[in-house]
């Protein structure tokens, strides 16, 4: 199927997945919609904005506990347990953080901030990353909600993590 004709399967699915039961078996079962979403990062600047959006809010939506319970959320469970969809996703965050749209900047702040719930906070490439990208756009960003939702995910990535710390000193942020 086109990706231009995803959009109405994405948004029924972003609606499903806030469902913990079908969330945790979409995750289990290894959905080939998930798997497909992940794989369109290596473009995902050339999606249509719609796909782009819904991308993202999938991914959002199958967080559910808030940073309660780890070992069963199911977002958690998706995408940090697997180090090539981490990175992907990662990567879908930091290059939505530079779109014209504000509803992709807010969604992907957002993702940004469900995932420093929980982030392993050990300075890896993923976590240098996404603090390096909101820092970069965080200095022109004029939408205070996305301000305050990248501000939350660089504190939660950043607290008591020695490696980003340094790469956001080093980057010397001026706002």
Same mark, same amino acid.
């Given at each position: 199927?086109? *990706? ?13 997945? &806030? +469902?913990?039961?079908?969330?945790? =078996? =979409?995750?289990?079962?290894?959905? /080939? ?9 290596? +473009?995902?600047?050339? &999606?249509?904005?719609? +796909? $782009? ?20 959320? $199911? ?5 940090? $347990?697997?180090?090539? @969809?981490? /990175? ?14 504000? !509803?992709? @900047?807010? +969604? ?6 469900? #995932?420093?719930?929980?982030?392993? @906070? ?15 756009? #965080? =200095?022109? *960003? %004029? ?7 990248? &501000? ?7 607290? !008591?993590?020695?490696?980003?710390? %340094?790469?956001?000193?080093?980057? %010397?942020?001026?706002?």
């Amino acid at each position: 199927m086109p *990706e231009k004709n995803w959009f109405p399967v994405l948004d029924l699915y972003r609606l499903l997945v &806030l +469902t913990q039961s079908i969330a945790v =078996q =979409q995750v289990k079962s290894n959905s /080939a919609i998930l798997d497909k979403i992940v794989h369109w990062s290596a +473009t995902f600047s050339q &999606l249509s904005m719609p +796909t $782009q959006l819904m991308s993202l809010r999938v991914f959002c939506n199958l967080f559910h506990s808030g940073g309660v319970d780890k070992a069963n959320d $199911q977002g958690c469970i998706y995408i940090l $347990q697997n180090e090539e @969809r981490y /990175a992907l996703i990662v990567d879908m965050i930091s290059k939505s953080l530079s779109s014209q749209v504000e !509803g992709i @900047r807010l +969604t992907a702040a957002a993702l940004a901030c469900n #995932l420093a719930l929980y982030v392993p @906070r050990n300075g890896s490439d993923q976590e240098v990353q996404m603090v390096s990208s909101m820092l970069e756009y #965080l =200095q022109t *960003e %004029e939408k205070d909600d996305v301000i305050q939702r990248m &501000l939350l995910a660089i504190y939660r990535i950043a607290q !008591g993590n020695a490696a980003v710390l %340094e790469v956001a000193k080093a980057l %010397e942020p001026n706002f």
